[in-house]
């Protein structure tokens, strides 16, 4: 029997359909459980790599059409094989795989990148709950994305259960997502001014209100943004 390293560099290419199963054979030895059952594992390996994929994107797979789609996934396990013990992180590298392609319109790729961040949200361990000192910050499952067109809206308007609905507009702006702490759904919030400086001053370990007073506001307006913020979700603790 070969060493376990020698096992791995054998077995990796078979599994990905890359190896013929006559070559691991020969290198490592017949399998005690036999060739046909042997053969069986590189096609699942591709099924799970295909089902990840289309669990992870429905919106973004349905408008592409399922044929067009089939074809996508094909040409994406083969440039992008798993390469991670999480199955699910399968998908992590098709929004950038998608806005390579010039066959793919961008605001496909950016629809994709919406639907990744919404189940990285969904998934994230960092916890959704006031810090033991209850300094006020923000919540740390927050991400900022920029897009080119107004694919949230889009969303929200359920367009994208109509194949034949109009592509979203060209708006370029900054969306903010994040777990809400109560229900733990995703929330997305279009970046304001307001929420740029308050961000940014509490990630700078600032104070926020003078950070607004800086900017030109007045502080008790500059409370009432950072309430309205708590109770959204996106910060947590107090001021």
């Not at 390996?45 to 399922?66: C, D, I, Q, S």
């Not at 798993?82 to 992590?92: K, L, R, S, Y």
């Not at 916890?127 to 809206?153: C, E, S, Y």
């Amino acid at each position: 029997m070969s060493d376990l390293q020698t096992f791995f560099d054998e077995m990796r290419p078979f599994l990905l359909g890359a190896r013929e199963l006559d070559e691991v054979e020969s290198a490592l030895g017949e399998s005690p459980s036999g060739s046909e059952r042997m053969a069986f594992y590189p096609g699942l390996v591709a099924w799970g790599h295909a089902n990840f994929v289309e669990k992870l994107y429905p919106m973004t797979l349905a408008r592409l059409g399922e044929d067009r789609s089939d074809d996508l996934i094909e040409i994406y396990g083969e440039e992008h094989p798993p390469n991670h013990w999480e199955p699910n992180q399968v998908g992590a590298r098709f929004p950038a795989f998608l806005e390579s392609r010039p066959d793919v319109d961008d605001w496909i790729a950016e629809l994709a990148r919406y639907e990744w961040f919404e189940f990285v949200v969904y998934l994230d361990r960092n916890p959704t709950t006031p810090p033991p000192d209850g300094k006020l910050i923000v919540n740390p499952t927050l991400h900022a994305l920029p897009f080119r067109h107004d694919v949230p809206a889009w969303v929200a308007s359920e367009a994208c259960d109509n194949p034949e609905s109009t592509p979203p507009e060209i708006r370029e702006h900054f969306l903010v997502i994040y777990r809400q702490p109560e229900t733990h759904s995703c929330r997305f919030m279009e970046v304001t001014p307001w929420i740029q400086i308050v961000v940014t001053a509490l990630e700078a370990d600032r104070n926020p209100v003078e950070a607004a007073m800086e900017a030109g506001a007045p502080p008790d307006q500059a409370r009432e943004v950072i309430a309205d913020l708590r109770a959204r979700g996106l910060l947590l603790g107090d001021l």
